[in-house]
């Protein structure tokens, strides 16, 4: 029951975070890039060729002190139905998406390849991947295009999106681990998307969900120990 009553407690923080969030614009930048260092934003990372003009990025990190393969095993094992995403339970449940947050290592997610999903919802496609290197990166890569690749400038149908969500880990040094999330998209720029895709409304929820989704990593990580786990 405690651990109940955490989540949801949990879940209203959030919910404040994100009403907060889009009545303070002016912050955008500062949530766009939370825990980023300006090197890591300018940086270039595995999938950012998926998406060489997005209209909407954001680049979040955070230092793990423990090393990069006890990291590891609790990223490779997130996804509904999976490990989940260590983030605001209480509100992904509100709206269906049936995550449970996982507190140990689940060997039976230990694996991914490319072509492989992990979604966000049980009713919803999941995100496929695109790009994985154990130990080191996942990108994930969802585009409803169903035709030639557009062209910067070029003409898109209306229901045209693309997003990237990349997990990159960077080791800093033995017992310490940088882990830089990024998310790009790009989308017919018309109102519908903006709205649907784009900073306005976008920016807020993610953000919030995803400084969560860090902090979350780290805490499981470190108080797993320094003993060093493999996939």
Known sequence: ???KWKTVREGLVGASIM???????????????????????Q??????????HPKWQYTNAITIEAHITNVWPWLVQIGQGRGGFYSYEWLENLIGC?????????????HLEIGD???????????????VEP????????DTRTGP???????????YYVSTWVFFLDKLEEQKTRLISRLRSDYNPRMRNKL????????????AMQRKMLLGIKQRVEAAGTRLVTA
Not at 117 to 131: D, F, Q
Request: negative net charge; proline residues 11%.
């Open 43 to 52: 940086r270039t990372l595995p999938g950012d060729d998926l998406i060489p």
């Open 196 to 207: 649907l895709y784009g900073p306005c409304l976008v920016e807020p929820i993610s953000t």
């Open 149 to 159: 690749t557009p062209v910067p400038g070029g003409t898109k149908s209306e229901d």
């Open 98 to 110: 049936d995550i449970h947050n996982a507190n140990q290592i689940i060997q039976e997610f230990q």
């Open 19 to 41: 009403a907060l969030s889009l009545i303070t614009p002016f912050l955008n930048r500062r949530r766009r890039y939370w825990g980023a260092t300006d090197a890591e934003i």
């Open 1 to 3: 029951m405690a651990s």
């Open 135 to 142: 130990g080191r990166v996942i990108v994930l890569n969802a």
């Open 117 to 131: 999903s992990v979604r966000l919802h049980p009713e919803m496609p999941g995100y496929p991947v695109a790009i």
